[in-house]
């Protein structure tokens, strides 16, 4: 895979360059740090993130409570029924 993505994106760059006139390889770079990402065009973007941010803590609180007491005590629970038939 990483080959693979090596030669895509040398390619990509050495098409440009051709377009630009510059070396294709001077701005690559396959760490993290020399990548740059855009900013945030507005303000609906901010709005995302958090709101994708409440639903992950709430998703895991959730799921957190639910496996330590899953709150099926009730002897009417379809649980009990299933256990009560194969006994």
Excluded: C
Aim: glycine letters at 6%; aromatic letters at 4%; a positive charge.
């Amino acid at each position: 895979m990483m080959p693979l993505l090596r030669l895509a994106l040398t390619l990509q760059h050495e098409a440009h360059a051709a377009v630009a006139g510059a070396d294709p390889l001077e701005h690559f770079t396959l760490l993290p740090a020399g990548h740059h990402v855009a900013d945030p065009s507005g303000g609906y973007e901010y709005v995302l993130v958090v709101a994708g941010v409440i639903i992950t803590l709430l998703v895991a609180v959730m799921t957190i409570r639910y496996v330590v007491k899953p709150g099926e005590t009730a002897p009417s629970h379809i649980k009990r029924r299933i256990l009560r038939d194969q006994r």
